[in-house]
Antibody, heavy 121, light 107 residues
Framework: QLQLQESGPGLVKPSETLSLTCTVSGGSITINSYYWGWIRQSPGKGLEWIATIYHDGTTYYNPSLRSRVTMSVDTSENQFSLKLSSVTAADTAVYYC?????????????WGQGTLVTVSS | DIQMTQSASSLSASIGDRVTITCRASQSISNYLNWYQQKPGKAPRLLIH???RLHSGVPSRFSGSGSGTDFTLTISGLQPEDLATYYC?????????FGPGTNVDIK
């Protein structure tokens, strides 16, 4: 059974960089046709797609966050990562990592449990 | 960006009722439409992809329809475990935007 687990600091200071890692177990991150992404949900709010990466490093970013976001993949560790720079209180949210197949007409079929990141001094 | 709207932010229904949730895209997305269910404190769960294709393991009381700009998620016979918020999402083009959600509770 495929499992995804987010890890990273739960508290980040304003103007600093938020860094999260998603570890994939029970399957390979190099599987063909599947991408790996990040989605966030602000407290009491809806869902926002952040970015998606393929195991070859091809990335797609939400234009609204593009200037501050970087995704990377480490196939040797079966992990992918998110960095969001210059954070503000508006970036406080539960961050989910997920497997997706948008490019094949699908959705996000496996999700991590989510990790709450609070931006505060 | 493609904007996704859902006709109701919440609705109340009785156990056993047929429940319909609608979603509209600001431009045609063909059938690149996904539906998710989210319960409090949990990650979303994929129910339907490509507008009508039931994801593996999802009960058959869930069904989806529509194409272009208008889509529907139907629960045929609401069960207590279906109390949740339902989101639509377009996967036609990045950014892959979500609707604001429809919360389903018991009347």
């Amino acid at each position: 059974q495929l499992q995804l687990q987010e890890s990273g600091p739960g508290l980040v200071k304003p103007s600093e960089t938020l860094s999260l890692t998603c570890t994939v177990s029970g399957g390979s991150i190099t599987i063909n046709s599947y991408y790996w992404g990040w989605i966030r949900q602000s407290p009491g709010k809806g869902l926002e797609w952040i970015a998606t990466i393929y195991h070859d490093g091809t990335t797609y970013y939400n234009p609204s966050l593009r200037s501050r976001v970087t995704m990377s993949v480490d196939t040797s560790e079966n992990q992918f990562s998110l960095k969001l720079s210059s954070v503000t209180a508006a970036d406080t949210a539960v961050y989910y990592c997920a497997r997706d197949y948008y490019h094949s007409g699908g959705g996000s079929d496996y999700w991590g449990q989510g990790t709450l990141v609070t931006v505060s001094s | 960006d493609i904007q996704m709207t859902q006709s109701a932010s919440s609705l109340s229904a009785s156990i056993g009722d047929r429940v319909t949730i609608t979603c509209r895209a600001s431009q045609s997305i063909s059938n690149y439409l996904n539906w998710y269910q989210q319960k409090p404190g949990k990650a979303p769960r994929l129910l339907i992809h490509a507008a009508f294709r039931l994801h593996s393991g999802v009960p058959s009381r869930f069904s989806g329809s529509g194409s272009g700009t208008d889509f529907t998620l139907t629960i045929s016979g609401l069960q207590p475990e279906d109390l949740a918020t339902y989101y639509c999402q377009q996967s036609y083009t990045a950014p892959f935007t979500f609707g604001p959600g429809t919360n389903v509770d018991i009347k």
